[in-house]
Nanobody
Framework: QVQLVESGGGLVQAGGSLRLSCAASGRTLYAYVMGWFRQAPGKEREFVAAINWSGATDSVEGRFTISRDNAKNTVYLQMNTLKPEDTAVYYC????????????????????WGQGTQVTVSS
């Protein structure tokens, strides 16, 4: 089991920045890929960024950067130049098993999820 707890969400004006954190506990050694997804009202959950075991990353937004601190079992999502369309609930996810050097992009490939943190960007 892997437990994930997100923090760092909130209300920010357009153009501002936020850093989300995801603290992982449990069998984190087997969490090969950590990802961030988001879901806006009335929309499907979508991929935002992911980082794998070897530190390779991918992100759909050049404004967003994912990183991990293995010593703290924490993954971060730095979000810059935020826009109102970034408003959503942001979820941290972990994938155990699979191929640890890959990055996974679909939500159904992730085994564990946090409770989500709300990000609201005002115009």
């Amino acid at each position: 089991q892997v437990q994930l707890v997100e923090s760092g969400g909130g209300l920010v004006q357009a153009g501002g920045s936020l850093r989300l954190s995801c603290a992982a506990s449990g069998r984190t050694l087997y969490a090969y890929v950590m990802g961030w997804f988001r879901q806006a009202p009335g929309k499907e959950r979508e991929f935002v960024a992911a980082i794998n075991w070897s530190g390779a990353t991918d992100s759909v937004e050049g404004r967003f950067t994912i990183s991990r601190d293995n010593a703290k079992n924490t993954v971060y999502l730095q979000m810059n130049t935020l826009k109102p369309e970034d408003t959503a609930v942001y979820y941290c996810a972990a994938k155990t098993g699979g191929v640890r050097d890959l990055i996974y992009y679909t939500s159904n490939e992730y085994n564990y999820w946090g409770q989500g943190t709300q990000v609201t960007v005002s115009s």
